[in-house]
């Protein structure tokens, strides 16, 4: 059975995946900033992850990003399948076709920005992820709840103790990932509690990281899909991925072929 996760030598592309409910202008804003600050050859495709929830005007947004950019960076509506925003990125992950693939939010709390400083630590790092951290010096928080600021602070800092290692942000949703690894983990969570798993699975496979500060500031427009108590099922996910073996954490059909 095979234990080791597939290697990627270079950055070609990237996927940047996008699951929308009921953002609009920060959709577009987001689109237009990353296609405005990238090369386009560095630009694989955008998924838009739709669902039987996400509303008719945001729909009509990503439509009309389609038909706004074809002919300079492929745009594609994805109907998901799989429950929840997990479920979302789980299957955008799956239908990704550049080396790379970027897991992000589509309401601006993941400043777009970033996507050019991710580009080069990919290029750099091919086989590393990426990942945005708002606790290092150069990225930060704007309009975040205090009570939810030291609850995190104290969330990173445990998980790190417990992981043994020293990664400071190990819950915000932004990364860069090598799209071969990403497709040959096994993922289990469905809900917010993916994200963190983003991070563990790999963590436990022996992967390296690097941080890129990245600031944070709340959403102007939607509401949030994940309640205050609903980060205290990370620590179900992180005592879970702790103890799993290398064998379980990769798709058995993967491993087996």
Known sequence: ???????????????????????TYSLA?????IINTCSRYDLAEFILLLCDRT???????AEKLVTMYA???????????LPFVGGAIREGIDLARGSHVVMMSSDLETDPNVIQKFIRGAKKYPDRIITATRWRKGGGFEKYNKIKLICNLIFERSIGLFYGVGLSDLTYAYRIFPTALMQSIAWEELKH???????LKPLRLGVRFVETPAHWAARTEGESQNSFFANFKYFKTAFHNRFLKAEDILKKKEADG
């Open 1 to 23: 059975m095979r234990t080791e996760y597939p290697k990627t030598e270079k950055f070609t592309n990237v996927t940047i995946l996008l699951p929308a409910m009921d953002e």
């Open 29 to 33: 804003e987001t689109v237009e900033t």
């Open 55 to 61: 509303t008719a005007e945001s729909r009509r947004t």
């Open 71 to 81: 002919g300079v960076v492929p745009i594609y509506i994805h109907e998901q399948t």
């Open 193 to 199: 509690p993916f994200f963190l798993e983003t991070a």
